[in-house]
């Protein structure tokens, strides 16, 4: 891959992505794969006047050892370390950027139960810390190729091609053309543009349709708001942009009110496990019966991890016609598969698609009707064929979706 242009993706990740501000310090936390381009991303970093920039490496086989010979006891244990960097973290609002490159099944043969519940003994000790952070900084997850991710997406290719392959893929669906930034600019314009259309009608529900089965009314929220492309910080208002490559339209629907059967269009990779060709049914809003012809037992724990994982935190809007479903791969990544289909998304809601969110407390967002949960797990329910309506409180049918594309 020619070094310009990852130089420009670099570039686009630090400026456009996190959008680094004079003094802040940065995590990074990715894999090992792509050592010369991290060291791109953390001299860009340097250069808009990153204070520190720390390095979290992460090696997927190591925390693959970890989850087979750890006590349950050890991997439930949150250290004075980690305590000591979420404090860190809050006092210096800081910036943290995930660049991806796992192997979607790198975790096979672990035992989910054991980090599920690992999982949710540490959940109550850092939920207070990710409240109180909340919205407060910039994130942003971005990808690049590894051996085995490249070899999952391209079993049939030498693994120097399959690699080749992924980098044009991930270049190409996040932008990383002539002027990446100016692409940005555009693409958040357009997504504002149709946000600003949803939230015009406030629509009380969606109504999706499927020949797949799909046929499902989600409830939206009286006070909740589509959101798309970049975001701002609360208080310091710093523009950022959380997903490299982002296409979705989301919103938080409200608690309670979701009904009928979806069947999900692409297979979903949870804990290093793929569950695959699963349908979910829900009624009062929570997900009562599902199914799955692989890992089912993956897909049954992951939604009663907690009382809120049942239900939904997320529905968001991509058409089907979009840059990362006309690559006409199959990711097995969720950054890249969320973005490549409409989706919903099990566990945590977010409270920045609440009006008025800035001026109420966690709970008052709760109460409000946003789900509250340890996980926020997306699966994909687009379809070629995919029809969405809105309905508005006065019974007003608008078409949002025709033929899996937005009809607005
Ligand atoms: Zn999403």
């Keep these: 891959m020619q070094k310009e242009r990852l130089k420009k993706y670099a570039e686009l990740i630090v400026k456009c992505g996190l959008n680094v501000q004079e003094g802040q310090e940065i995590i990074v936390r990715c894999g090992l794969d792509q050592p010369e381009f991290i060291t791109m ?12 920039v720390k390095m979290e490496w992460l090696h997927m086989p190591i925390t693959k050892l970890n989850y087979l010979y750890r006590t349950e006891e050890t991997l439930s244990e949150v250290t004075e370390v980690e305590i000591a960097e979420w404090e860190r973290r809050l006092k210096k609002s800081t910036c943290i950027l995930f660049i991806d490159s796992d ?6 043969g672990t035992d989910s139960g054991k980090i599920s519940r690992s999982d949710m003994a540490r959940f109550p000790i850092i939920k207070p810390y990710r409240d109180a952070l909340e919205n407060k900084y ?29 980098w044009e893929a991930i270049l190409s669906t996040a932008r990383v053309d002539s002027d990446p930034i100016k692409a940005w600019d555009e693409h958040n314009k357009n ?22 089965g799909t046929d499902f009314k989600v409830g939206l929220n009286p006070k909740g708001m589509f959101h798309g492309g970049g975001e701002y910080t609360l208080g310091t208002n710093v523009y950022f942009n959380p997903n490299i490559p982002s296409e979705e339209v989301f919103t938080s629907p409200m608690r309670g009110l979701a009904e009928g059967k979806v069947v999900a269009t692409k297979p979903l990779s949870y804990q290093g496990k793929l569950i695959e060709n699963f349908w979910v049914r829900f009624e009062g809003g929570k997900a009562v019966e599902v199914y799955a012809e692989k890992n089912m037992d993956v897909l049954e724990k992951m939604i009663s991890m907690d009382e809120g994982a049942a239900y939904l935190g997320e529905c968001a809007l991509i058409a089907h016609d979009s840059p990362i479903n006309n690559t006409g791969i199959l990711f097995y990544s969720t950054l890249f598969d969320e973005n490549a289909s409409c989706h919903l998304a099990f566990g945590r809601g977010f409270n920045e698609c609440l009006e008025g969110f800035e001026n109420m407390t966690v709970e008052e967002c709760q109460k409000a009707g946003i789900n509250s949960s340890m996980i926020h797990v997306d699966f994909m329910i687009g379809s070629e064929d995919m029809s969405i309506v809105g309905v508005t409180k006065e019974g007003e049918r608008v078409t949002i979706f025709k033929d899996g594309n937005w009809a607005i």
């Design 191 to 212: 997504l504002a543009k149709r946000c600003k259309f949803l939230n015009d009608y406030k629509f009380a529900s969606l109504e999706y349709k499927s020949a797949n």
């Design 103 to 108: 192997d979607p099944d790198g975790l096979s």
């Design 41 to 52: 991303v953390v001299e860009e970093c340097y250069k808009r006047g990153a204070a520190r």
């Design 138 to 166: 910039q994130w942003c997850i971005a990808a690049v190729p590894g051996k085995e991710w490249a070899h999952k997406v391209f079993p049939d290719l030498p693994i120097d091609e399959a690699m080749e392959k992924m």
